[in-house]
């Protein structure tokens, strides 16, 4: 594959991102990522993001800046709702679900896709081990596929996006290996739901067990606690 061709890569700055960076960059595409400072209560992730593009030699980091706060809906963009314990048992979406957030972000890295000329987008989600997130299935992300070639020029012109979601039928512990074969340094990345004021994690909500159990599961210290 050239190394001139160009991907827009969503990067979050956690663990499950930035292994999707790492797989973008083995494939040798022209890597533009794209964050978003969205109101988020763990806005530290944003750094790690960063940190991470740096690390990964990624010389076009794009971040944008909105505001999810205005109506809230989510306990990662409002302060009157609670960050919830992780409970791995749990059956229903969890209030840490921002709606529909993978759909905004998507469109937004449609359209800087488009304008870049780039046909290739990627995303880290996951739908093995996580919260249950809707917009994290894999019907989500074939239908997504195809609302984006409509709404673009695409659909004039008889070609179509490639969304790749690597890691989605990947369990936590089989991308953290991925991770490592590729050299990314989880101590960069940021998981946590609502860290206190200088970053460290809570060690409890969702995103924080998850990420541990599956350290553990592989018999590793998260690096991340160390920093």
């Not at 790690?48 to 909105?66: I, T």
């Not at 999810?68 to 302060?79: P, Y």
């Not at 020029?153 to 991770?179: C, F, M, N």
């Not at 989880?186 to 998850?210: A, E, K, M």
Request: hydrophobic fraction near 40%.
């Amino acid at each position: 594959m050239s190394a001139s061709k160009k991907a827009v890569v969503l990067l979050s700055g956690g663990l499950d991102s930035v292994t999707c960076l790492a797989v973008a960059k083995q494939e040798n595409f022209e890597l533009h990522t794209l964050s978003f400072d969205y109101g988020q209560r763990h806005k530290i992730e944003l750094e790690c993001a960063k940190r991470s593009a740096e690390a990964a030699g990624v010389k076009h980091f794009h971040l944008l800046k909105f505001d999810l706060r205005m109506w809230g809906a989510s306990a990662l963009t409002s302060d009157q709702l609670d960050v919830p314990d992780y409970n791995p048992g749990a059956t229903s979406i969890p209030v840490t679900y921002v709606p529909a957030r993978n759909l905004i972000f998507l469109s937004f890295a449609a359209a800087l896709a488009e304008g870049l000329g780039a046909r290739d987008i990627f995303i880290g989600v996951n739908s093995l081990d996580y919260s249950g997130y809707p917009d994290c299935r894999p019907a989500f992300i074939d239908a997504f596929r195809n609302c984006a070639r409509l709404g673009t020029k695409a659909v004039d012109e008889g070609w179509e996006y490639s969304i790749h979601a690597p890691l989605q039928h990947l369990r936590k512990t089989e991308i953290i290996r991925l991770g490592l074969s590729l050299g990314v340094d989880y101590s960069l990345t940021h998981s946590c739901y609502n860290p206190d004021s200088s970053g460290r994690p809570c060690g409890r909500c969702d995103s924080c067990g998850l990420r541990r159990d599956a350290f553990r599961e592989l018999g590793l210290e998260d690096p991340a606690l160390a920093r």
